[in-house]
């Protein structure tokens, strides 16, 4: 990588629903923690949630809900870039130079285009499809150096250095765009579904016992464990033994992440114990630290002024990077 490139991050959320345990432990987790280390922007991505559509209605609460959420997670307004994607051009505009460095070839392999539009493919809409091609844009546009995501985008980041690279030699100019380094959690990159261990954690699967909001209840969480599917195994300290049992590894996945202790750990310490005896301890755990802040979030989801005004300043701050960045890149292509 250029030696001369500062250290920047950049990651987005969409603001397709209410944030989960999936995008916490995947994502917010990890932006908290890199904002003490550098400097960092983070973007509602709502140009993104749009490629499903949205009722407007629910698309400007979710939005607000995301930032809400961002706070009360711990991330710091002060100090990092927040702002709604929508509000700032330049991604829109990078995006359409995208769409013509990046190839057909490369977004037909993307595996999240074939899982989201599923059998009705031709009825998808065409940003779906090219949802990489903008991803790369919100990323480029900041000349970003590293990026806090979930396991589930490392196809879609590997897709974006594949752009800069392209873009970088089509224009002569190898060392205008970083390549971009994700940064996924190393034990537990992807949440499952509590439902089905085989499927992500997602806003928008259609059953709510599928996922543990970050604003459900304690009542709602000791629900939605208690149903979660598992088997009738009980638990050895043997990592092996939970080989073709996604359900079970993921819920002791679950527990490992949200108490920071190993995976070895949490076996030896529910060593013969069966799931209904763990459930409990796992609900506790996720009460813990999941409660306060669904709390929080609700707090802030009084202060709608608070919350456009954290947007707005954070739009200002974003403007001036992409607007310089946007301009030269332009130049680079060849617009007057
Ligand atoms: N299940 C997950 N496990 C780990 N990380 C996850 N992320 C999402 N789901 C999981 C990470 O959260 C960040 C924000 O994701 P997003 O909301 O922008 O989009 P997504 O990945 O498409 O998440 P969803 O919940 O599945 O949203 P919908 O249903 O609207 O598509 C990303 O860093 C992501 O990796």
């Given at each position: ?106 977004l037909n392999r993307m595996t999240q ?224």
């Amino acid at each position: 990588m250029n030696k001369k490139v500062k250290n920047l991050v950049f990651s987005g959320v969409q603001p397709s629903g209410n944030l989960h345990l999936g995008n916490y432990l995947g994502a917010m987790r990890n932006f908290v923690e890199l904002q003490k280390k550098m400097d960092c922007v983070y973007s509602i991505v709502d140009l993104h949630a749009i490629t499903v559509f949205q009722d407007p209605k629910k698309l400007e609460k979710s939005i607000m809900e995301t930032v809400s959420s961002f706070i009360a997670c711990g991330l710091d307004f002060k100090k990092s870039i927040i702002f709604n994607q929508s509000s700032v051009s330049a991604h829109a505009e990078l995006a359409w130079i995208f769409n013509c460095v990046s190839r057909l070839g490369w977004l037909n392999r993307m595996t999240q285009f074939k899982e989201k539009a599923g059998s009705n493919r031709e009825n998808a809409s065409v940003g779906l499809y090219v949802y990489p091609n903008l991803m790369a844009a919100d990323i480029l546009l900041y000349k970003a150096t590293h990026v806090p995501v979930g396991d589930d985008q490392k196809q879609h980041l590997e897709l974006c250095r594949d752009i800069a690279n392209k873009f970088n030699n089509d224009f002569n100019n190898s060392e205008f765009f970083p390549l971009p380094e994700p940064l996924i959690q190393k034990n537990f990159s992807r949440v499952m579904s509590l439902r089905d261990g085989k499927k992500k954690m997602s806003k928008s699967e259609d059953s709510d016992f599928s996922r543990i909001n970050l604003q459900d209840s304690e009542d709602d969480i000791e629900k939605k464990i208690k149903k979660a599917k598992t088997d009738s195994h009980l638990i050895t300290a043997n990592k092996k033994d939970l080989e073709n049992r996604p359900e079970a590894l993921n819920l002791l996945n679950i527990y490992s992440s949200v108490t920071k202790t190993s995976l070895e750990t949490t076996l030896k310490e529910m060593e013969g114990k069966d799931f209904s005896k763990f459930k409990k301890k796992l609900a506790d755990a996720l009460i813990a630290s999941i409660c306060p802040i669904g709390k929080k979030i609700k707090e802030l989801n009084k202060d709608k002024h608070q919350l456009l005004t954290i947007l707005r300043d954070g739009t200002e701050k974003a403007k001036v990077i992409a607007d310089k960045n946007l301009k030269e890149i332009k130049q680079i292509v060849g617009f007057i």
